[in-house]
């Protein structure tokens, strides 16, 4: 989208990066424009349908990082769009039939919140929401009650994995600055750190979805004990780097520009090599209609089993419906040129700033 791109210098040591950088982003943003439906909405996934609330709170809280008319402008209309969105509710939802949950909630929030926007009535009721889905451990669970849920899905088990406190659910919201709980997020988040300095999602397949907004989160709260978990992790993240600057799996050899672009946000935290690293093997996997390949892979457990590591066989994209719990990608590649596009900008500010100490190696 012409006029879109924020011109910056990067450090000497990588003068080739900023006009590929630009580029990378102008087209990101113009894949994301050309992705929004003709009623405004983004959609991704396909599990009980498309989603649409979720998907549109997650793109519009990237674009509203952006000072720039066309994104700030989307971001608005998406947060309008979301406020008439069951207006009798105080949180959202999957999508328009799914119960409200404290993941979409959280983002939505987060939407509201990189934009500015003073809280009515609607935004207060929704942190209150948050707050009914605070567990005793100080964690976020994704549902508070079983019942909405259980009668949409007319599933006769146990939901008491979904109903559970959920790592990532709990750092995608411990960054909001309006909620009154916030402390008890982190602590939260501390207290379930692994032993490697990342952190294990419940509902991504990949860690560093979970590390990278858990390790934002003690980055911005400012705390000295909280710089200790910050480079950590970002040790962590580094550590799991491949030479060729990309984090890749049994499933995704090639590498996943999902996980490899919330790798770069970790990297981004603090001076390191890798995030270059990083940066540039995203920009050489652009795909020609600005997006990334689709990476995302969030996976459903059972809704009664608290750690989907208990999982022995994963159903893939329809394939092995029969299998006790599925793993989606975003088909659409929405939710992931979303991520990759967030990651940039942040890769894009922490280079370009004057570094304070020599790079780690």
Do not use: K
């Not at 270059?276 to 809704?303: F, H, K, N, T, V």
């Amino acid at each position: 989208m012409p006029g879109v791109i924020l011109r910056v210098a990067l450090h000497d040591r990588s003068p080739a990066t900023a006009p590929a950088l630009d580029r990378a982003v102008d087209a990101a943003l113009s894949f994301l424009f050309r992705s929004r439906g003709r009623d405004g909405w983004w959609r991704d996934y396909a599990i009980v349908g498309p989603s649409d609330a979720w998907i549109t709170a997650y793109v519009g809280a990237v674009l509203a990082e952006l000072p720039a008319p066309a994104p700030l402008q989307a971001a608005r209309q998406a947060l309008r769009r979301l406020a008439r969105r069951r207006p009798f509710m105080a949180g959202w939802g999957y999508n328009a039939w799914v119960p409200p949950d404290a993941d979409s909630t959280a983002w939505v929030l987060r939407l509201a919140e990189a934009l500015g926007r003073q809280p009515g009535l609607r935004i207060r009721r929704a942190y209150g929401f948050l707050a009914r889905h605070l567990r005793d451990s100080g964690g976020l669970a994704t549902y508070s009650v079983a019942g909405p849920i259980r009668r949409f899905t007319r599933a006769a088990s146990s939901f008491g994995g979904w109903s559970a406190a959920h790592t990532c659910v709990t750092a995608a919201a411990a960054s909001l600055s309006g909620f009154p709980m916030r402390r008890r997020l982190l602590e939260y988040l501390r207290s379930r750190r692994d032993a490697d300095g990342g952190w294990t999602a419940y509902w991504w397949c990949d860690r560093e979805y979970a590390t990278a907004f858990a390790a934002e989160a003690f980055h911005r709260d400012g705390r000295s004990s909280g710089d200790v978990l910050v480079q950590d992790a970002i040790a962590w993240a580094a550590a799991r780097l491949r030479p060729e600057g990309c984090i890749a799996s049994a499933i995704e050899p090639q590498g996943s520009p999902f996980a490899t672009a919330l790798c770069l946000r970790v990297l981004a935290l603090g001076p390191h090599r890798g995030a270059e690293d990083c940066m540039q093997w995203l920009i050489a996997g652009q795909r020609g209609d600005g997006s990334w390949s689709a990476s995302a892979r969030l996976r459903i457990p059972p809704p009664g089993l608290e750690d989907p590591g208990q999982v022995g066989s994963w159903g893939f994209d329809g394939v092995g419906d029969r299998s006790p719990g599925t793993i989606v990608r975003d088909q659409r590649a929405v939710f992931t040129t979303a991520t990759v596009l967030a990651a940039l900008l942040r890769a894009r500010a922490a280079l370009a700033a004057p570094p304070s100490a020599a790079p780690s190696p």
